[in-house]
């Protein structure tokens, strides 16, 4: 598990050997008592049981099994030499301890720890099956294994705990980002669909002053000042727009159904010929709804000014829970040379359209171009 786990997870978790290190600390320390108090009594034989539940803790990490197999082998061992059993099924219990974290099934490993424990008091005492301190012995060894077990568990357990947060705290992060390159997105639409605006609007403007140059000077002055409104125009919201990027929570409302309107006029004023029909604005649409179908409304026109000629017809209008924007207009003739065309503007309504979770479908052909967008007034469906 990761050393760097907070201070607030146990430290049996935050450092699961040491718990274990401890364990066999304390067998291999009772191993080296009984061996001394064996000498001390003259039994030099109990050092060969001892031995023996020496190499169960030696093993108990890399094959818990032959572990279990040795700590199990020692007690009997013992009494069979004629040895007091007590210290080496106490070691017994403390390798089972251990060995059961390391995948040893709790309840059977107990078991036959128990019994051999169990039986080893029964050989060296000689007495009945209910001798109380073999019954005793054989549920020490049962309870060892099963808490081994619960030990594990329970690092198991905080080990999904610091994962899920793991999983948590890295879904968030995706998140902010998938969030950031959305918003990012949005803002570079934001600055196409605009500057597409003002661009045509300054186009019509110098080209009206082309015009009135020679016949009306003080139109085409007029032409010219409005041109230069619209750079200025384009200006601010390229700054606005930077400005954005630099601090997102500098963020200035978006455009929305409410001024599709003044939007059309601006275009009027500009020079291009707009049948307009714009309903209200529908109750409870949602602000990305509204700011798609300002834009949409914003790159038709703007198309219309690029590669149509005479009027536009556009009508916005709710229907069946729905904003429909349709807008058709006719075709310029082309150029001997026609230039390709990005589509970039299209293409841009489309995911405008998809991220309010609309549609938006063309008919065109080499006289016409028509467009029909629709988009849900409740934003998304679910």
């Keep these: 598990m990761d050393q760097r786990a907070p201070a607030s997870i146990p430290l049996v978790v935050r450092r699961p050997r040491l718990i274990e290190t401890a364990t066999m600390t304390v067998a291999a320390i009772s191993g080296i008592a009984g061996s001394v108090n064996y000498l001390a009594l003259g039994q030099p034989l109990g050092l060969a049981a001892v031995a023996v539940a020496l190499v169960g803790v030696a093993l108990v990490r890399r094959w818990p099994w032959v572990s279990l197999a040795a700590a199990c082998a020692a007690p009997l061992t013992g009494s069979l030499l004629g040895v007091d059993p007590l210290v080496l099924w106490s070691m017994t219990a ?6 059961t974290p390391r995948g040893l099934p709790p309840l059977p490993a107990g078991t036959v720890a128990g019994v051999c424990a169990y039986l080893s008091i ?11 301190l073999a019954l005793l012995s054989c549920a020490v060894a049962v309870a060892f294994a099963v808490g081994g077990s619960s030990l594990r568990s329970y690092q198991r357990y905080w080990e999904e705990v610091a994962s899920r947060a793991d999983e948590a705290l890295a879904t ?19 600055l196409h669909d605009t500057l597409g605006h003002e661009v045509a609007l300054i186009s019509m403007s110098v080209g009206a002053a082309e015009v009135h140059m020679d016949c009306d000077p003080a139109a085409a002055r007029a032409d010219l000042a409005e041109a230069r409104k619209r750079i200025q125009s384009a200006l601010n919201e390229t700054q606005r727009v930077l400005s954005v990027l630099r601090d997102p929570a500098e963020n200035a409302p978006a455009a929305g159904y409410g001024q599709i ?46 590669h149509g000629t005479g009027a536009v017809r556009l009508q916005v209008r709710e229907r069946e829970g729905k904003i429909r924007i349709e807008a058709m207009n006719l075709r310029a003739q082309p150029p001997p040379t026609p230039k390709p065309r990005s589509g970039f503007g299209l293409v841009g309504m489309r995911e405008r359209a998809a991220s309010a979770g609309g549609r938006i479908d063309v008919d065109e052909d080499d006289t016409r171009f028509a467009l029909r967008a629709s988009l849900p007034v409740t934003g998304r469906p679910a």
Excluded: M
Aim: hydrophobic share 50%; glycine share 4%; charged share 35%.
């Design 94 to 99: 403390f390798i089972v301890f251990a060995a």
């Design 122 to 132: 029964l050989i060296h005492d000689e007495q009945g099956w209910l001798e109380p």
């Design 172 to 190: 968030r992060e995706a998140e902010a980002e998938r969030r950031a390159a959305e918003e990012r997105l949005r803002i570079a639409h934001d």
């Design 261 to 306: 309107a003044r939007l059309v006029e601006e275009f009027c004023e500009a020079g291009l010929e707009v049948a307009a029909t714009i309903a209200d604005e529908p109750d409870g649409i949602e602000a990305e709804t509204s700011a798609a179908a300002y834009r949409i409304v914003q790159e038709a026109l703007v198309n219309a000014r690029k």
